[in-house]
Structure formats: C-alpha cells, structure tokens
C-alpha cells in the first residue's frame, strides 16, 4: 500500500508560479512511475487529465503538449517526494492536481491514463487568476 499526499497548491495570478509536492509512503518509492493529474469541477475520475509522469529513476518524464516548456516533473527519491514544478500559469490550468503512483518503474503506454494508476492523493487546488 502507498499513501500520497499532496501540497502546494494555491491562488496565484497568470504568469506566476507554483510548486507542488506529492509525499508517499509505504513500500519502495522508487519502484514507482509517479505522474500528476487534473481535475475540472464536476468532472468524474476518469476525465482526468494527464499533466506530467517520470519514471522511478527520474531518467524518464513525459508531459501533456498544454504544459511542456512551462511545467517541470522532478523526483526526490530519499525523500519520497515528486514535485510539479509550474511557471507561467494560466487561469485554463486552474484545477485539482492529483498525484498518482503506477506500480512500474518504467513510463508505459497506459501512464497517460488514470487507470494506469495504482494510488492516488487526495488532491490539490491550484486557481491562475486573470
């Protein structure tokens, strides 16, 4: 079992910056593909959309065209901590972000889906004002 909990999430205006942290516990985390997810308001589970994954060596990332060149996935794998690293928001990346961990360490073809995902976080609110 691995328990995620993220932080980091807030208001902030278009064009600022944002780091979020997903903290797990339990079992190796570095045998873990870990990605980040969003969620609009009234959107069920399985419309969440992929932002970000790397792989458990941190060697391998994978990002969502809307946010390559601004959002940055990285891994502290003493620490069992991801992080989301976001510049240059936009209010349409306002959302829930949610940290999943897929129990392979290597990025699949199924890590761009939620239900590539083993366990999730209970999610945090980012809002990009205009």
């Known amino acids: 079992q691995v328990q995620l909990v993220e932080s980091g999430g807030g208001l902030v205006q278009a064009g600022g910056s944002l780091r979020l942290s997903c903290a797990a516990s339990?079992?190796?985390?570095?045998?873990?593909?870990m990605g980040w997810f969003r969620q609009a308001p009234g959107k069920p589970r399985e419309d969440r959309e992929f932002?970000?994954?790397?792989?458990?060596?941190?060697?391998?990332?994978d990002y969502a065209d809307s946010v390559k060149g601004r959002f940055t996935i990285s891994r502290d794998n003493a620490k069992n901590t991801v992080y989301l690293q976001m510049d240059s928001l936009k209010p349409e990346d306002t959302a829930v972000y949610y940290c999943g961990a897929d129990r392979y360490s290597y990025l699949r073809p199924g890590i761009r889906r939620p239900s590539g995902y083993d366990y999730w976080g209970q999610g945090t609110q980012v809002t990009v004002s205009s």
């Open positions: 339990g079992r190796t985390f570095s045998g873990y593909t």
């Open positions: 932002v970000a994954a790397t792989s458990g060596s941190g060697f391998s990332t």
